[in-house]
């Protein structure tokens, strides 16, 4: 079956730093990788997409990286703030455009 | 109003009470999703409308119940619910026209707690 990995456990870093997220899949051929943002007791928003055929993409402050030999994504953010602490879901989107998620990784950015 | 607006924020219901969960879309979008978030799990697809018309029920059960009267409104009626059902119940709607990719824009999502 899908399978979505993100790591359960909470990142901590320092402000400034460069923090990095990681999704693993398993058993999926996805046309896009999501990525969004969710605070406590919000709703989820869209952050930014990368294609199956492209390696990188940049907004600001965030990258993402997509190698689908690895079938791995990693998402950065540069020069973190403590208001970049919130949880960051990956989702994968195949044909039929329904996003499945993973469960999300904590980031806490420490002033 | 711009944007997914759910409605209510929070509710708190008996077993054998009945209830509903109302969204609305001011982004002329035409696909609606219900989507519910437990503690600790992923988010889990319930319903897609299409265009008003149904084209995913991910095996909800039937105390779970949709309504998409039209492309701007998505309903969730709750009936019988177990204490297993109190989650964050999130709407999203989507746009299917021009360059679609599934991003997804979400309400602020009800916040349900069943006794």
């Known amino acids: 079956s899908q399978k979505i990995e993100q790591n359960s456990e909470a990142l901590n870093i320092q402000e400034g730093k460069t923090a990095t997220l990681t999704c693993n899949y398993t058993?999926?051929?996805?046309?896009?990788l999501q990525w969004y943002r969710q605070d406590p007791g919000r709703g989820p928003v869209f952050l930014l997409l990368?294609?199956?055929?492209?390696k990188e993409k940049r907004k600001e402050r965030l990258k993402v990286t997509f190698d689908t030999t690895l079938k791995q994504s990693l998402f950065h953010i540069t020069a973190s703030q403590p208001a970049d602490s919130a949880t960051y879901l990956c989702?994968?989107?195949?044909?039929?455009?329904?996003?499945?998620f993973g469960r999300g990784t904590s980031l806490i950015v420490h002033p | 109003e711009t944007g997914v607006t759910q409605t209510p924020r929070h509710l708190v219901m008996g077993m054998t009470n009945k209830k509903s969960l109302k969204c609305e879309q001011h982004?002329?979008?035409?696909?609606m999703y219900w989507y519910k978030q437990s503690a600790k799990k992923p988010l889990e697809l319930m319903f897609v409308?299409?265009?008003?018309?149904?084209?995913e029920n991910n095996s909800v059960p039937s105390r779970f119940s949709p309504e998409c009267p039209n492309s701007s409104h998505l309903f969730l009626h709750l009936h019988t619910l177990q204490p297993e059902d109190s989650a964050l119940y999130l709407c999203?709607?989507?746009?299917?026209?021009?360059?679609?990719?599934?991003?997804?824009?979400f309400g602020e999502g009800s916040r349900l707690t069943v006794l």
């Open positions: 982004l002329g979008h035409n696909a």
């Open positions: 989702a994968l989107v195949g044909g039929s455009y329904i996003p499945t």
């Open positions: 409308y299409n265009f008003k018309e149904q084209t």
């Open positions: 990368i294609r199956e055929n492209e």
């Open positions: 058993n999926y051929s996805p046309a896009y």
């Open positions: 999203a709607s989507r746009s299917t026209s021009g360059r679609d990719t599934g991003e997804l824009f």
